[in-house]
């Protein structure tokens, strides 16, 4: 077959102090994601999604935390990674469809300006990265404002087809 599909999620703890990096993005509110890199969800989400379609391997696996390169890391250049990875075994990304599961901030207004930062890392227009933003309807962690998380899915194909 030529195409394939993979699937990632992540999550991370906000904490006070913005702004918050969220699909290669910064939103400019009081709040940002704790964690080794800039603490991007949806895009170590993506990153998963592109190398688990085409088996080769995890975020966690090709960018370690004990890495003290990894700290403070732009994660649309671990994307960029990624992305490099699946072409030189023969793959290329087609699309992506993200949600992202976050009791606030809204993402409506910066929606747009996600996908184009994704297209750009994917490889791909921005009409093949799709962006949802959901809340979890004030249940849990995620409802509490404890955190944010994002499931991504991945689609990609053979290029010599
Ligand atoms: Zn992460």
């Known amino acids: 077959m030529g195409t394939r599909c993979g699937i990632g999620y992540d999550s991370h703890r906000l904490v006070p102090g913005g702004p918050l990096r969220l699909g ?8 940002s994601l704790t964690g080794h890199s800039d603490g991007d969800a949806v895009a170590h ?3 998963d999604a592109v190398l688990g379609a085409a088996a080769a391997d995890d975020i966690g696996t090709l960018f370690p935390d004990s890495e003290p390169a990894n700290r403070g890391r732009d994660s649309l250049d671990m994307l960029r990674q990624a992305v490099s990875r699946i072409s030189d075994r023969g793959w290329l990304v087609v699309n992506a469809d993200v949600t992202v599961i976050a009791e606030h901030p809204r993402l409506a207004p910066y929606r747009d300006a996600m996908r184009a930062a994704l297209a750009g890392a994917l490889g791909v227009d921005a009409d093949a990265v799709s962006i949802k933003g ?3 309807e004030g249940m849990g962690w995620i409802g509490r404002g404890e955190g944010i998380a994002c499931i991504a899915v991945a689609t990609i194909g053979r290029t010599d087809t």
């Open 134 to 136: 959901k809340t979890n």
């Open 24 to 31: 290669g993005v910064s939103i400019p509110v009081p709040l």
């Open 45 to 47: 989400a993506l990153t």
